[in-house]
């Protein structure tokens, strides 16, 4: 009797497996790859921006915002993809636009590192330093790079690039 109910138990689990692997959806993974494009698009563009070159920098920066609009369309509400929504938006020269996209993103998750140094940096470069503070406080007691940067930003011993 007791074999009679281990083999049952074995075929509903090696069943409820097999559903699962047979219903899963692959579009998580085309969203997540959308997403980790556009992130490999960011680190490019900053690292052209180091160098200078404003205008190739540009034209990454433009690509990685096309496919996190897509990411999020898909998938919407994330607040990593909201931050970098915001970034490339920023970095196109949209403020208010990045401003709404990293709203949104804190709406989500309050005190996500990112997003609070990036809109810290937004309210610098919009002179706004009363709520790039704001943004600082809410870092203050993250220990992150992310707290270092925009302090430096803030107390000027570091140019934000826009």
């Not at 607040?79 to 709404?100: I, P, Q, S, V």
């Amino acid at each position: 009797m007791l074999k009679k109910y281990s083999i049952t138990l074995c075929l509903l689990i090696i069943f409820s497996i097999n559903v699962q692997a047979a219903g899963s959806d692959p579009k998580p993974e085309k969203i997540r790859t959308k997403y980790i494009q556009a992130v490999e698009l960011v680190k490019s563009a900053k690292k052209y921006e180091k160098k200078g070159k404003v205008e190739k920098a540009l034209k990454r920066y433009a690509k990685a915002q096309k496919l996190l609009l897509k990411s999020n369309d898909q998938k919407p509400l994330q607040a990593d993809t909201l931050n970098y929504l915001g970034f490339t938006t920023r970095k196109l020269g949209d403020y208010e636009g990045g401003e709404k996209f990293y709203l949104q993103g804190l709406q989500i998750e309050p005190n996500h590192n990112g997003i609070n140094e990036y809109l810290g940096e937004l309210y610098v470069v919009t002179n706004r330093m009363d709520m790039a503070k704001e943004r600082l406080e809410v870092l203050k007691t993250c220990n992150c790079e992310e707290y270092e940067e925009l302090k430096e930003i803030i107390d000027g011993t570091k140019k934000s690039k826009y």
